[in-house]
């Protein structure tokens, strides 16, 4: 595997001090290979391997403890004779109840430096986690972007770089979910489908106790195929009604909550510009990745949906804070903010006539800040101009210039 620097420069700067580090992310998307990258680093830096401990809580190793107690247990066991400070890398940290309990313990009780993984966005959500409130840093971890994608390509299976265009094809096909790298290309669908089934059957399915495991392949089955469409709990409930299917709103939400909270889709909102505030309704879900979306249906009917999802995920990555825009009934794709700055972003397939040039663009014009405005496309043509920037989506995805 390819060192994943976006996320080790964070947790680098944090070795040795005390905030607990919590990395969270979708199943298979490099968490636990980031712990181990995050041993390499403490070795390298003269810790003694003694003195570093990996916890999975998926492995035969450690998979029977189930509370804090037993966590207990096992921490003064694994540390009894060590002197020192010692280093704790706890993956998939959520199968243990009360996991806080232990953790906030370890912090008072031991010299130590604690790192941690989950597959659960509401990890530090819960009453337990005012435990450690404050004294945590949590990193949201993704797959692959398209330069780590290349990273991957150029360390891992020794490809020449010269055609941007053609691995950008890849990628768009098959996604950056880090396993399926390493897999045969007859066989990624296949494996994108049993990850995405583990991911149902683990983090959805087992963690709430579902029963009614069709209604929910459903309901994913309806996001997926609106990828980038406003969202309403009506829509699904006329489209069951359709099918002669039976499910309440509040069921189709709570449905939607779980798998937000298991990394597997991300919501944006949906806010008026003109007024500043962020509206209730109608808001848009985009996947973890998009090589879900051809695992489940293949052949991509809308390459601008993919894009869109593609630019909305790798927005994320850079640290934005992402929402759908609302102006004089016109809608502007993400209103990106950080560090309380914004930029405005329009993202499609091709500018190919004046009709898409208007459409694109006339949002945007409308917005009347000095914030700087951008279309992303395919087009290898420039086609900036009335005060908006026009970039080509593979150069925006190579670069940090965003």
């Not at 709430?208 to 469409?229: A, E, F, P, Q, S």
């Not at 991300?266 to 996947?287: C, M, S, T, W």
């Not at 496309?377 to 005060?387: P, Q, T």
């Amino acid at each position: 595997m390819i060192k994943r620097k976006l996320y080790l420069n964070q947790i680098e700067r944090l070795m040795d001090k005390e905030p607990i580090k919590i990395i969270t992310g979708v199943r298979r998307s490099g968490k636990t290979y980031l712990l181990k990258s995050i041993q390499e680093e403490l070795k390298n830096r003269g810790i003694n391997e003694e003195n570093i401990f990996i916890i999975s809580f998926e492995s035969m190793k450690y998979n029977k403890i189930e509370n804090f107690r037993e966590l207990d247990e096992c921490i003064i066991n694994l540390t009894r004779n060590t002197k020192g400070k010692i280093y704790l890398l706890f993956d998939e940290i959520q199968n243990v109840k009360n996991w806080e309990k232990s953790i906030n313990a370890c912090r008072v009780d031991l010299d130590c430096d604690i790192y941690i993984t989950g597959s659960n966005s509401e990890l530090l959500s819960g009453e337990m986690a005012t435990l450690i409130s404050g004294r945590y840093y949590q990193i949201n971890i993704y797959p692959f972007s398209f330069s780590e994608f290349i990273q991957y390509k150029k360390e891992i299976e020794k490809t020449d770089i010269d055609d941007l265009e053609e691995l950008f094809k890849e990628y768009v096909e098959y996604g950056g979910m880090p396993p399926i790298q390493q897999v045969a290309t007859e066989d990624k669908y296949s494996y994108l489908g049993d990850i995405y089934n583990t991911i149902l059957l683990k983090d959805i399915i087992a963690r709430h106790n579902i029963r009614n495991t069709d209604m929910l392949n459903r309901i994913l089955d309806y996001v997926i195929m609106n990828l980038g469409k406003n969202f309403s709990a009506t829509n699904i409930v006329k489209y069951m009604k359709y099918e002669r299917r039976k499910i309440s709103k509040d069921t189709i939400l709570d449905y939607i909550l779980y798998s937000k909270n298991a990394c597997f889709i991300h919501q944006a909102p949906r806010e008026d510009i003109k007024g500043k505030k962020v509206l209730k309704h109608n808001e848009k879900y985009f996947l973890v990745d998009h090589g879900f979306y051809q695992a489940k249906y293949g052949e991509i009917e809308n390459m601008g949906s993919i894009l869109e999802n593609i630019v909305y995920i790798e927005l994320l990555r850079r640290g934005y804070d992402v929402k759908v825009g609302i102006i004089n009934k016109k809608e502007i794709d993400f209103v990106c903010t950080k560090d309380k700055k914004r930029i405005y972003i329009q993202v499609t397939y091709k500018l190919e006539n004046d009709e898409t040039i208007e459409r694109e663009f006339s949002g945007l014009v409308k917005i009347n800040d000095n914030f700087d405005k951008y279309v992303l496309s395919m087009d290898k043509l420039d086609f900036s101009g009335s005060g908006l920037k026009h970039r080509n989506i593979i150069d925006f995805l190579t670069s940090d210039y965003i």
